[in-house]
């Protein structure tokens, strides 16, 4: 199956942070109760990773840089009812 897909932004700055809603299909510890088949947040932020990589053994000064990104849930958060 294939279907459009939204815009996803992919050049985040390292400490971006996002509020995600995610729903609890199995039971889940959310601060200091148990949820389950209910919503909750998460609180995430954008870690960069910087790995320097030697990549030609000829030229043992020349390093490579990667910069590998990646969400990090940092807490987690009943949803209030409104």
């Known amino acids: 199956m ?3 897909a ?3 932004k992919t050049d985040y700055a390292h400490g971006t942070t996002r509020l995600k809603r ?6 889940t510890y959310v601060d200091g ?3 389950w088949l209910e919503f909750y947040e998460v609180l995430q932020v954008y870690e960069i990773l910087r790995f320097a990589l030697r990549l030609d053994p000829a030229k043992p000064t020349e390093m490579t840089e990667f910069l590998v990104g990646k969400w990090v849930d940092v807490s987690k958060r009943l ?3 409104k």
Do not use: E, S
């Open 22 to 27: 995610v729903f609890a299909w199995r039971p």
């Open 6 to 8: 939204k815009y996803t």
């Open 79 to 81: 949803m209030t009812k």
């Open 33 to 35: 109760d148990v949820v």
């Open 2 to 4: 294939i279907w459009k």
